[in-house]
């Protein structure tokens, strides 16, 4: 499992590519790619948990405008190993 990490700049041009952004989102959970992703409560970026390889999330991230805007930074990557909870390890 790959965890990225999103933290949002004072950019505003991110926002016209939100839409579109969520509907690729949306594609890779019916792909099962993607687990979940969402925004963290204070609004100042994000998380997305990936069912997926690096390659495959590299890919993703590729594919994505709204993820290589300069709106949008990746703080991290992170390989995520879930050993308590609702969420099995891959």
Do not use: C, K, S
Not at 14 to 41: C, D, F, K, N, S
Not at 60 to 75: E, F, K, L, R, S
């Amino acid at each position: 499992m790959i965890a990225v990490h999103l933290r949002y700049t004072d950019d505003p041009g991110r926002l016209e590519l939100r839409p579109r952004h969520r509907e690729l989102l949306q594609g890779l959970v019916e792909e099962g790619v993607l687990l979940a992703a969402g925004p963290y409560e204070h609004g100042e970026g994000a998380l997305l948990l990936f069912a997926a390889d690096r390659d495959r999330v590299q890919q993703a991230i590729d594919a994505d405008p709204y993820m290589t805007h300069p709106g949008v930074v990746i703080t991290a990557i992170e390989e995520w190993n879930p050993a308590i909870g609702g969420i099995r390890p891959l």
